[in-house]
């Protein structure tokens, strides 16, 4: 079945670290992917898609066919990047199961 | 414009009762969506449409009902209320349909506890 997984529930990283939040796809062929992002007390948001090659907030994220992965990445975190992360497939109706990033000051 | 709002923000419900969870959205877009986000989990798909009078089921539509007898509307029916439905649900809209990389818009979120 096509899904994406994302391994991590919970990171938490200093302010001015490197963050890295990891996406694995499980399906073959050329995969448009989706980072979605929740802050508190706000509604689900689109962050940044791979097709688009952005960089939203310093955040970018590479399709990696190899390794099957799309990870975000923002090389110095800022504390209002603490939120809900989600990666999602474009091919299907899904989302994974989100990683809560918080930011230590 | 307020894109899609859901209505209402929070419900408590007793096991067996029924509701109906609303959702509207005022962009025009053809593809409407409801998903449920359970704690620590990610969001899993109801139900989902692609047109006035057009639904189809997601990945876990038993216990629910939905109708789309227009454009904005798409609502979301409770018809007996069980624990299992204790839920944060969220709608979303796009205006292309998702399964070709579509951007979704979503609500706010409908808090929901069957007790």
């Known amino acids: 079945a096509q899904r994406v997984t994302q391994p991590e529930k919970l990171l938490s990283v200093f302010k001015g670290a490197p963050v890295e939040l990891k996406c694995n796809y499980s399906y073959s062929g050329s995969p448009e992917l989706f980072w979605y992002v929740q802050y508190s007390r706000q509604r689900l948001q689109l962050l940044l898609r791979?097709?688009s090659r952005e960089s939203i907030k310093g955040f970018t994220a590479d399709l990696n066919k190899g390794e099957t992965s799309f990870h975000l990445k923002k090389p110095f975190a800022q504390e209002e990047d603490s939120a809900m992360y989600y990666c999602?497939?474009?091919?299907?109706?899904?989302f994974g199961t989100g990683t809560r990033l918080t930011i230590i000051p | 414009n307020a894109g899609v709002t859901q209505t209402p923000k929070f419900r408590i419900l007793k096991i067996g009762q029924s509701m109906t969870l609303q959702c509207a959205q005022d962009?025009?877009?053809?593809?409407m969506y409801w998903y449920r986000q359970d704690p620590g989990m990610g969001l899993k798909l109801i139900y989902y449409?692609?047109?006035?009078?057009?639904?189809d089921k997601g990945e876990v539509p038993n216990g629910y009902n939905v109708s789309r007898s227009t454009t904005e509307d798409f609502p979301l029916r409770l018809e007996l209320a069980a624990p299992s439905q204790t839920s944060v649900y969220f709608c979303?809209?796009?205006?292309?349909?998702?399964?070709?990389?579509?951007?979704?818009?979503f609500g706010s979120g409908t808090q929901l506890s069957v007790l």
């Open positions: 791979h097709i």
């Open positions: 979303a809209s796009s205006l292309l349909h998702r399964a070709i990389n579509e951007k979704l818009f």
């Open positions: 449409s692609v047109g006035a009078g057009i639904t």
């Open positions: 999602a497939p474009g091919e299907k109706l899904t």
């Open positions: 962009m025009n877009h053809n593809y």
